[in-house]
């Protein structure tokens, strides 16, 4: 029986260092029925050159230019060009491991449209790994080993841009490319969570990440934390916000200020809640600051928890566990 085709969009620009490994990494794929639409976003280096070496090679491998500026542009291109009943996406600086697009086919046509295949990930670099990617890495994995992804996905993006695959059909009916809201990974994330598509659970390494100084979430505006703030409270408020119910912000620091403003500014209404006795009962933007117990005279309420510290975290969990609150229905962490 005919494979499936799978559709890979990649956007590149300026990443002559590491397209060839990209590129060869697709081309030692165990499942051999793909294409790819690589699409330049104005590089100025080698890169340009090089893909069309490897087009000229391999009739899978399509170029195009952008026939716009930037990343959301360059997917569109790519998307428009496309062929595949699978739709997948690739970072022009990673590798895939070779049964990538194998397991994620096979997982999508056991479990049928309305799912999302996702898989394990590891970041490397020449020069080592953070502690922050590395708490990063074990927190997604983890994630999607048992496909509760949208459990936590108002903390960090828990779609790995590069490594997911789904149905064109579901694609276009979550919005595919159209938003122009960055950073498009964690709002396609969104949609795939709106929209109801089911995370399939993987415990497979199916994407090696590769880290650098000059990578594009590392040096693009779009990519800073203001925007993943943004758009983390535009899905609460749509998604999963009740203003029937009462809504408090726990923390008062960085995060909790950014978002009380938020608030405010749209007009909603919220307690500001925290720990700290040097903040209890003194104002901040004009609202009063109450300890967190005020949360058991608002049985009703939903909470956003802005607090980062990871053992804090853990007593906030408890507190809620004792008082019968749900997380994603009561309470939400944003860190």
Not at 109 to 134: C, D, M, P, T, W
Not at 246 to 273: C, D, H, R, S
Not at 276 to 287: A, F, S, V
Request: net charge neutral; hydrophobic share 35%; proline share 4%.
């Amino acid at each position: 029986m005919q494979q499936p085709l799978v559709s890979i969009l990649i956007p590149f620009k300026n990443t002559e260092a590491f397209l060839n490994q990209c590129l060869d990494s697709i081309i030692e794929q165990k499942y051999i029925n793909w294409q790819v639409l690589a699409v330049n976003d104005e590089s100025s280096d080698g890169s340009l050159n090089l893909v069309k070496s490897y087009a000229k090679n391999d009739a899978r491998i399509h170029l195009f230019n952008n026939e716009g500026n930037g990343i959301i542009e360059a997917l569109r291109t790519a998307y428009k060009q496309s062929k595949g009943q699978f739709i997948t996406r690739m970072d022009s600086d990673d590798i895939m491991t070779a049964e990538k697009l194998e397991t994620m086919v096979e997982s999508l046509l056991e479990n049928g449209k309305g799912h999302l295949a996702v898989g394990q990930v590891r970041y490397f670099s020449h020069r080592g790994i953070s502690n922050g990617y590395e708490r990063y890495e074990k927190w997604l994995n983890h994630l999607t080993e048992s496909g509760d992804n949208y459990s936590e996905i108002y903390k960090e993006c828990v779609i790995p841009s590069p490594c997911w695959m789904v149905f064109r059909e579901d694609l276009d009916r979550c919005g595919a490319f159209a938003p122009d809201l960055y950073p498009e990974d964690y709002d396609l994330a969104f949609r795939f969570y709106q929209n109801g598509l089911k995370c399939i659970p993987c415990s497979k390494l199916l994407h090696l990440w590769r880290d650098y100084d000059t990578r594009t979430s590392r040096t693009s505006e779009h990519y800073a934390q203001n925007y993943f703030l943004d758009i983390k409270l535009r899905y609460f408020l749509k998604l999963n916000y009740n203003p029937a119910r009462p809504l408090t912000v726990w923390g008062a620091g960085t995060k909790g200020k950014e978002i009380a403003k938020i608030l405010q500014e749209q007009n909603i209404g919220f307690y500001w809640v925290c720990d700290n006795p040097k903040k209890i009962g003194k104002h901040i933007y004009n609202k009063e600051m109450f300890h967190f117990s005020k949360l058991k005279e608002l049985p009703n309420a939903q909470s956003i928890i802005s607090v980062a510290n990871e053992s804090a975290q853990v007593n906030i969990k408890k507190f809620f566990s004792a008082i019968n609150k749900k997380p994603m229905e009561d309470y939400f962490f944003f860190c």
